[in-house]
């Protein structure tokens, strides 16, 4: 396939995780194994529209972290990693849809399956046309970054007052390297605040290999929780989640959270990014063991492979040191908190 057509569909890829827990001892084992069964809110549903999708099937293999185990320099990355995506090593990988109604199909089994309400972020045709098909479901949102979108804040000011733009995110900063804590992103922040519209913002990993073929200025630093520090004692009624949880600045994510107690995360798509094992016990049991799981939030990272959300859910129902309250928090009580919506 093209790489403009394989570079549209991964721009997008922004790649583009609960209650006071009860102690050990409380944490009953049929608990802890029971899958949650309510309704699910997905706060990170990538929207594209048709000339986004691959002519040909992509595939996907998880965990994402394996997909290039290693890379000589020598060679291209991104020939290597193309390579993986049309000839993939895993044994069953996900195949992306070749076309829109494929894509609607496969995403609207996820959703009834699941029950699901989401927030879908894409650029404003995407959103529009995708939350036609699930008019009652689906929660508008925006992929904004500086630069490439160039959305002057009254113009976002009007989406918000006029086209029913309820958050402000996915907000990808990070892949042409402005922080956080840029200036440029003040003004947006304070319309935020003021107009009391929730933030989502990307810290954390993309792509493997990321900046070395598909954005060059691509700053893992900006991963960072800690840059966030100005961020939040400037714009304090401001609502924000971290999108992807600042992994792996797991240590800096637990001392904000600590410190900024309306600083809520979701998970990103970072449950199928790394080995189960290393994110239950390296962040996920972390961030519950700190005592932050009415903060954490459910997101698929959901772009191309629809049923990636099947395996995300079962990622977080899967996880033998969570009671099935604290899953519910994750599914859908802390965001719907977060976002005002009814809730438990
Ligand atoms: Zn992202």
């Not at 904004?144 to 733009?165: A, C, H, K, Y």
């Not at 290999?209 to 100005?230: C, D, I, K, R, W």
């Not at 990103?268 to 903060?295: N, T």
């Not at 459910?298 to 772009?303: E, L």
């Amino acid at each position: 396939m093209k790489p403009s057509v394989k570079n549209n569909v991964f721009l997008a890829i922004c790649i583009c995780l609960l209650g006071c827990s009860p102690s050990t001892k409380e944490k009953s084992e049929p608990n802890q194994k029971r899958a949650y069964q309510g309704p699910i809110i997905d706060m990170h549903l990538h929207a594209l529209e048709e000339n986004e999708l691959s002519p040909e099937p992509m595939a996907m293999c998880t965990p994402l972290s394996t997909i290039v185990q290693h890379f000589d320099p020598q060679n291209d990355f991104g020939d290597v990693f193309w390579g993986k995506a049309a000839n993939p090593d895993c044994e069953n990988p996900y195949w992306s849809p070749v076309t829109y109604e494929e894509y609607v199909e496969r995403l609207s089994n996820q959703v009834e399956k699941y029950n699901i309400t989401a927030i879908t972020s894409g650029s404003l045709p995407a959103t529009k046309k995708l939350i036609s098909h699930f008019p009652d479901k689906f929660i508008r949102g925006i992929q904004f970054r500086i630069n490439r979108d160039s959305i002057p804040v009254d113009s976002l000011q009007s989406l918000i007052e006029t086209e029913g733009l309820k958050v402000l995110g996915e907000i990808s900063n990070q892949y042409v390297g402005i922080a956080p804590n840029d200036p440029k992103m003040f003004p947006y922040y304070a319309l935020a605040e003021e107009m009391d519209v929730p933030v989502l913002l990307h810290m954390g990993s993309g792509l493997p290999g990321t900046p070395l073929f598909l954005n060059p200025e691509y700053q893992v630093a900006h991963s960072n929780p800690l840059l966030l520090e100005e961020v939040l004692k400037k714009y304090p009624k401001m609502r924000i989640s971290i999108a992807h949880y600042g992994e792996p600045f797991i240590d800096e994510l637990i001392a904000m959270m600590y410190h900024y107690p309306q600083l809520y995360v979701d998970l990103g798509g970072i449950q199928w990014c790394y080995p189960r094992e290393y994110l239950y016990q390296s962040h996920l049991k972390k961030m519950v063991d700190a005592g932050f799981g009415k903060r954490i939030m459910f997101g698929s990272d959901m772009i191309i492979w629809p049923e990636l959300i099947d395996e995300s859910i079962a990622i977080i129902n899967d996880a033998d040191f969570l009671t099935y309250e604290q899953k519910a928090d994750i599914f859908y009580n802390n965001a719907a908190r977060f976002l005002r919506l009814p809730h438990d």
